[in-house]
């Protein structure tokens, strides 16, 4: 059969952690391996989705300090203002939102969607291969780690008679999502669908040679085509990240949505590294905001009656310059946002310890100086939504972090 790639893995001593078919563009994976957990103790159903944002997001332009004096002259011609004809969305009297994120906004009014500003991990440096480095693994430096935090936080729930297993959305798992606690992996399908017949001819070839791969594959064609029912059609722009954001969500909103589907998804949008042509309310920036603000109300319409129980955390590397460059762009910086939605949020704030914009507040002349660790964010969602230990969390799932407490009151 041309053009199948069996990508399977060999069984270890712990038993199957992940089989998976690759057939004409659609990942199929062997679901019924992954491990099963508890709910949690007040009998919560819970979800939790993390997507990284890779390249490092203007916390500045995503979520503007129009209340700073020093804003806009920093930010100059990419400056949010309260103007027409695209005017930023005013959040309270200090901070506003970028013209492109109208359903997070509306999440932020019914209180579902809360922002984290001035926010870093313990990275200072401006290497993205290192920032992304720390910011998915969970140590406070780079080096040769294989395993991530959200994969740690998995191996560490209580095991009990619910499907919570890690969902990867993409051809390549993050590395937050790498490790132990065995995944499953869904690509939104950029090619045909293969024929019915041709995967029950391979159903049936694999029922002879290898059972297991076979029930694995069936399985696998099952979410599949859960994943890709009444999938976003294609039009004007589908192929752009923004399409793609909107697509990745949906399928994955979908798995998550069934009774015996995955508690716990990561995602990876590239693309924000924007060191030229910016664009203020509209422009470079403006598309890709747009792209992640349909990625939530996907994951807001595709989860239905889970989407109480949800948390979704939108992380980056690092931030970027608070003064704008000569090519209407900003360079690698420090500070930024981490923006948290769900029906589980507590939302409707704008969580900062706000350092302020002059010159002799900034992060070494130049960046929005982080005044909050992003780890005790996450901490703070994993204690209070997954029911995640201190000491877990402190010890396992970002270690020796002990001094980094939990962010209070992130949950609902």
Known sequence: MDGILDCCESLSQRGLNRRSLLLGGATFAAWAYLPKFARAKDGRDPRFVTIILRGALDGLATVAPIGDPDYAGLHGSIALTRD??????ELDSFFALHPSMPEFARMYRDKKAAIVHAVATPYRERSHFDGQDVLESGYAGPGRV???WLNRALENLPRGE??????SVGPITPLVLRGAAPTV????AALPQAADDTAMRLIDLYNHRDPILAKALSQGLQIDRLAANDPVKPGPGMNNGAGAMRLAAKGAAKLMAADDGPRIAALAFDGWDTHANEGGPVGR???LLSGLDGAFAEFESGLGDRWKDTVIVAATEFGRTARINGTDG??????TVALLAGGAVKGGRVIADWPGLKVANLYENRDLK???DLRGVIKGVLRDHLDLSE???AESVFPDSGACKPVKELIA
Request: charged residues 10%; proline residues 12%.
């Open 285 to 287: 920036l403006a598309q």
């Open 330 to 335: 900003t360079d690698h910086g420090t500070g």
């Open 162 to 167: 619910r499907v919570a297993g890690g969902l």
């Open 185 to 188: 992996g869904w690509v939104p």
């Open 370 to 372: 982080p005044t909050t």
């Open 84 to 89: 027409a004809p695209h005017p930023a969305m």
């Open 391 to 393: 000491r877990v969390l």
């Open 146 to 148: 294989q395993n991530g």
